[in-house]
């Protein structure tokens, strides 16, 4: 039997079709070639292998004392098979495979992120011997106290504490921190973590399940592990509907002695409309996301986004495009470009990702920054300084203004004081002890993050949250030029979780956006994940809804079609037991027999597919700028 079920479990779609062919060959040999022999034999057929899946389900469930849809459909067919309605029992069958033939499709879910985030976990690490050499080995083989160096652009493989060398480091993969932090001797580091420069030497603290790459694995793993799929809404129909239609047939027996007319009972009480109508809604609606930049992993994905009232963002990469830009120059006295120019070539010899996005939007300008420079020297914590006999530079924070007395006026003070105020890095550049220029630089917001989050808000999503590794300042910042009510910032992937189960306790639905892999466990733990599609893999395959097009319009679209799709799928099950009901009526005052019940039958399944197709029309719609600003005031 088990072999039997997993062979047929195996080949169920291509039975689906075979009983398609089969109807299609009956009904041409019945009406076109006049072989009422030939028509009712390819019925018999059908009627044959179409009985057998949904009776191996039927007697499943009852061993599992669950009385199913698929025991009604079996005692309709052989009724039918018994009073020779060889076409009705054909077409029950395949109308009840095909529709979960539809189901399977939209429920398939490609859940391989734990598989793909241990991939990108680092494997090897050149660990310092006792005499000073080097060797690559396993992570594995490491044990705390070993010295291993990491060179430039190299994944740092452990937990530890730098012993030697000083680098850029991004830990976007472990804080959503978008600018890389500068390290040195003392400071930790994370397994994980890039090293944009630099080459320096860790003793290890932790090495591989207790790193805190390893935890936000360990954490994935958890998450998705305690998530149960919502059990399907005609299952839990069917507990009282299968019985109630039994029943109804068998009284009609008892109480006619008509045993074709118990079987028609049985025959039009198949709720073949039901069965169709949940996965056709869940099919349009997810090729209408699909069509506007939005895949939706299966109906269960589609029905608990619809139900989401608390949405929980990253801010880095989410909220943000994750790249440093400039946002704001100020020049004071000389020509910009010319000021531009020397202020680029100065960024030039540095590898700080605040001077390359200045040497990108000189470049961008079509400024060319070959410009005769001095020697220069660096000041840590403050910045760059050069002297010729010519001129003397300074390139670098207030800190190295005030240190080399250039004065700073109130006109510059406030230029200053506004890029701080917008959370921007600042960088400034003096000439002679005179300030020049005044340059913000910061990870720029989504231009359509307001719009969307707005839009979000008026389709009635209740609150939304911003959970960052950033700064707090900065995440402040941000906050304040959206629609968001609540900011926690300066978390790791961990406090993110937290919070999460945190609002889930509190009775809310949570969808979690974010686009890294420390986003992932949080994706996870959310009863819906969405991954920007500009994210990594694992975060995309951790995710429920992944946005292709990584916009905050596609985002509000999907939540708006969410709701549609449901609605829509309570309306196909309305008709379809309304048809029901309907039909029993109507047999049981006369006016409905086998032949008009079917016609009606077969109609209603017409009527909730149109019904589903409107989803596939459904266009996403945009706020615009005077919109906004009405729901900003």
Not at 131 to 159: A, M, R, S, Y
Not at 467 to 483: C, H, I, M, S, W
Request: aromatic share 4%; proline share 3%.
């Amino acid at each position: 039997m088990n072999k039997l079920n997993i062979w047929i479990q195996k080949h169920q779609n291509k039975m689906t079709a075979s009983i398609a062919i089969l109807i299609a060959v009956s009904l041409v040999a019945k009406f076109l070639l006049k072989l009422p022999t030939l028509s009712t034999a390819a019925m018999i057929i059908a009627s044959i292998i179409g009985a057998i899946p949904v009776a191996l389900h039927a007697i499943s469930a009852l061993q599992n004392k669950v009385i199913s849809i698929e025991l009604l459909v079996t005692i309709a067919v052989v009724g039918a098979f018994i009073i020779g309605e060889y076409e009705e029992s054909a077409v029950v069958t395949f109308l009840f495979l095909f529709g979960n033939y539809l189901e399977q499709k939209t429920l398939e879910k490609t859940r391989s992120s734990v598989k793909s985030l241990t991939k990108m976990a680092p494997t090897t690490a050149e660990l310092v011997n006792e005499d000073g050499t080097t060797e690559e080995v396993d992570v594995d083989d490491l044990d705390e106290g070993d010295h291993v160096v990491v060179k430039p652009g190299g994944q740092i493989p452990v937990d530890g504490k730098i012993i030697d060398g000083t680098g850029y480091m991004n830990e976007a993969s472990i804080t959503g921190e978008s600018t890389p932090v500068e390290k040195s001797i003392g400071d930790n580091v994370f397994a994980g973590s890039i090293t944009d420069n630099g080459t320096i030497t860790i003793e290890t603290t932790s090495v591989g399940e207790d790193t805190t790459f390893g935890k936000i694995i360990e954490l994935v793993e958890e998450a998705q592990d305690s998530q149960s799929p919502a059990a399907r809404f005609i299952d839990k129909f069917a507990t009282y509907y299968t019985p109630a239609v039994l029943i109804i047939g068998i009284l009609v027996w008892a109480i006619t002695q008509n045993f074709p007319l118990a079987i028609t009972v049985l025959v039009l009480g198949c709720p073949g409309a039901l069965v169709i109508g949940a996965p056709v809604s869940n099919v349009a609606g997810i090729g209408n996301g699909a069509k506007n930049g939005i895949l939706m992993k299966g109906g269960n994905a589609v029905n608990t986004f619809s139900h989401v009232d608390t949405l929980v963002l990253d801010k880095t990469g989410t909220l943000t495009t994750g790249k440093m830009s400039v946002t704001d120059v100020t020049n004071f006295g000389k020509d910009k470009n010319e000021m531009m120019a020397l202020l680029s070539a100065v960024e030039n010899t540095s590898d700080h990702p605040l001077g390359q996005a200045i040497v990108k939007y000189t470049h961008d300008l079509g400024v060319t920054d070959d410009v005769k420079l001095p020697e220069l020297d660096t000041v840590k914590g403050q910045g760059l300084v050069g002297q010729s006999d010519e001129f003397k530079i300074l390139v670098g924070n207030e800190r190295l203004m005030k240190a080399n007395n250039v004065q700073i006026t109130k006109e510059q003070r406030k230029a200053i004081n506004a890029r701080m105020n917008d959370g921007d890095s600042v960088v400034l550049m003096a000439l002679d002890q005179e300030l020049r220029l005044v340059v913000g630089v910061n990870d720029q917001l989504r231009p359509d993050a307001r719009e969307g989050l707005q839009a979000l808000k008026d389709a009635g999503l209740k609150r939304i949250v911003m959970l960052t590794g950033d700064n707090k300042v900065a995440a402040q910042r941000v906050a304040e030029r959206l629609p968001i009510d609540e900011v926690h910032a300066e978390l790791l992937p961990e406090d993110k979780v937290e919070f999460v189960k945190k609002f889930k306790e509190q009775g809310s639905t949570v969808a979690f956006v974010g686009d890294g892999i420390n986003d992932s466990p949080s994706l996870a733990t959310a009863d819906i994940g969405i991954g920007m599609g500009t994210g990594t893999d694992v975060a995309i395959e951790t995710s429920d809804i992944i946005l292709v097009k990584s916009s905050f319009d596609a985002l509000a679209h999907a939540y708006k079609l969410s709701k549609k799709t449901v609605a829509n799928t309570k309306e196909n099950i309305i008709i379809a037991v309304g048809t029901v009901a309907l039909l029993l009526l109507g047999l049981i005052v006369g006016v409905i027999h086998m032949g008009s019940g079917m016609f009606v039958h077969e109609l209603s399944i017409l009527v909730v597919i149109f019904n589903a197709m409107r989803l596939i029309q459904n266009k996403s719609s945009k706020l615009d700028s005077n919109q906004v600003l009405k729901t900003a005031n």
